[in-house]
């Protein structure tokens, strides 16, 4: 295993309240104790838009980042009850932002809209964690690569800034299934993402590459050993900070 950066990010969706604040302070407390042992590591939680601000406040932390979950493809302010733009997240004080996750995939988000949100949120400097990822009957009929060549190329122009997007390769068949894809595969599958990022976009160094999908601090140590995996978008257990933990200590076992 090498030593080179590693992410870790939470992703806490329909989740918490100001009383939370005490998950991230434990989580905080570990990652000071960490760092100590040379470990390169990101730690990033992206919390439901009513927390952002208060987080933000009171954390002061340089080892988490607080993030958001999703925006409004308007960059500012417009007629869209009960939306948030980008802006908005990043005047509450998000630095990051999920876009392109599966839960608003299945609720009728299309690579033309994340697109929109993905500009507007490189507009407003925030951080992208764009998620792509084939459903079971995708993988079924052979076309995951297919799929995950389109959603990046129809949702990342040639224009941004690679170097503010972070892709997170979260296989729609293995969220809350337990079922996770074989090592082999994996590598097979992140070396084609970063392949296909260096060859349509002419970047030497592709953006970092995450898995995402049934992470937990058992099965974490099945993806020690590939290489290509730069680090983890975790959903349900990212809400608890001793299974959040167990995940980056197994991790390194």
Not at 74 to 80: A, C, D, I, K, T
Request: hydrophobic share 35%; net charge positive.
């Amino acid at each position: 295993m090498t030593n080179k950066l590693k992410y870790f990010i939470g992703n806490w969706k329909m989740f918490g309240n100001l009383g939370s604040l005490k998950i991230i302070y434990q989580i905080q407390r570990f990652c000071i104790r960490f760092k100590r042992r040379g470990k390169k590591n990101k730690i990033i939680l992206c919390v439901p838009n009513t927390l952002i601000s208060f987080f933000t406040n009171e954390l002061k932390s340089k080892f988490i980042s607080i993030g958001a979950q999703n925006c409004h493809y308007h960059e500012n302010y417009g007629p869209f009850t009960g939306s948030v733009s980008a802006s908005m997240l990043k005047n509450a004080g998000a630095k990051y932002i999920i876009l392109g996750h599966s839960e608003n995939r299945l609720e009728g988000e299309t690579n033309k809209i994340i697109n929109k949100k993905i500009e507007s949120a490189l507009n407003q400097k925030l951080n992208i964690i764009f998620c792509i990822g084939e459903t079971f009957i995708e993988k079924k009929l052979g076309k995951t690569f297919l799929v995950i060549r389109k959603q990046i190329r129809d949702s990342i122009r040639k224009k941004y800034n690679l170097n503010k997007i972070i892709i997170a390769y979260e296989p729609i068949w293995s969220i809350g299934t337990g079922k996770i894809p074989k090592a082999k595969e994996l590598k097979k599958i992140f070396k084609f993402i970063k392949d296909e990022v260096k060859k349509n976009y002419r970047t030497k160094s592709p953006p970092a590459v995450l898995y995402g999908g049934s992470v937990n601090g058992n099965n974490i140590r099945l993806f020690s050993p590939i290489s290509e995996i730069d680090g983890f978008l975790i959903g349900g257990a990212s809400q608890s900070s001793k299974k959040f933990i167990d995940i980056i200590k197994n991790y390194y076992k």
